[in-house]
């Protein structure tokens, strides 16, 4: 099973910016698309960002204009960048396939102090 690991995480101000990376243990065909999730303290995991081969990325409300996702086959990874980091974005953010999901990481950490 492929192994996916989280990185790039930290404590950030609001306003600040946060680059996180995902690295698979193998290739990932591009059939699947990739997807960045993240978990609040006491919500449910929820999905953020969105990419699959030749479609436009997709984000929830809430990110919009503010993360973009992107992939690079050739490296295994999948990236999401996040600007104007509010508070309401601290969570911990996983990677994953959508619709057929691979054994969770360990996620990465975001804190976004106000």
């Known amino acids: 099973q492929v192994r996916l690991v989280e990185s790039g995480g930290g404590l950030v101000q609001a306003g600040g910016s946060l680059r996180l990376s995902c690295t698979a243990s193998?290739?990932?065909?591009?059939?699947?698309?990739m997807g960045w999730y993240r978990q609040a303290p006491g919500k449910q995991r929820e999905l953020v960002a969105t990419?699959?081969?030749?479609?436009?990325?997709t984000y929830t409300d809430s990110v919009k204009g503010r993360f973009t996702i992107s992939r690079d086959y050739t490296k295994n990874t999948v990236n999401l960048q996040m600007n104007s980091l509010k508070p309401e974005d601290t969570a911990v953010y996983y990677c994953?396939?959508?619709?057929?999901?691979?054994?969770w990481g360990q996620g990465t950490l975001v804190t976004v102090s106000s």
């Open positions: 193998e290739r990932i065909s591009s059939i699947y698309a």
């Open positions: 990419i699959r081969s030749g479609g436009n990325p």
């Open positions: 994953n396939k959508i619709g057929f999901l691979e054994r």
